[in-house]
């Protein structure tokens, strides 16, 4: 039962993130607001502990949420065949111009925070 309420402080937090969002044109989407509101609510034992309990629950049934993903992959081998050495060309590249373009923000991050 705790859990069930835990899913429900989820959701509601989700949904004023949401309600948020889109009532003052936030820039930020509606869960990231919901999570904000969310860490701020986990500083009450009565959000706290049923949240846990249900992210708890949540974690240990995660690997469920992988079998649609395989089942795609089953239905597509065909494509995958056909496509899959450029999809891990890019999926490749894609994540080194990631970590490159994030250790440069950080790098002038440093220099600019040893300037001042």
Not at 94 to 116: C, D, M, N, P, Y
């Amino acid at each position: 039962m705790n859990g069930l309420r835990g899913m429900a402080w989820l959701l509601v937090f989700q949904s004023i993130g949401e309600v948020l969002s889109r009532g003052l044109s936030l820039p930020l989407p509606g869960p990231v607001v919901g999570l904000v509101l969310l860490l701020a609510g986990l500083h009450f034992s009565a959000v706290r502990e049923p949240v846990a309990e249900c992210a708890n629950f949540m974690l240990a049934h995660l690997s469920l949420l992988f079998i649609p993903v395989g089942v795609g992959v089953m239905t597509h081998l065909a494509l995958l065949g056909q496509y899959g050495g450029r999809m891990l060309f890019v999926i490749v590249l894609s994540t080194w111009i990631g970590l490159a373009v994030t250790v440069l923000v950080l790098q002038a991050f440093e220099r600019r925070k040893k300037q001042v």
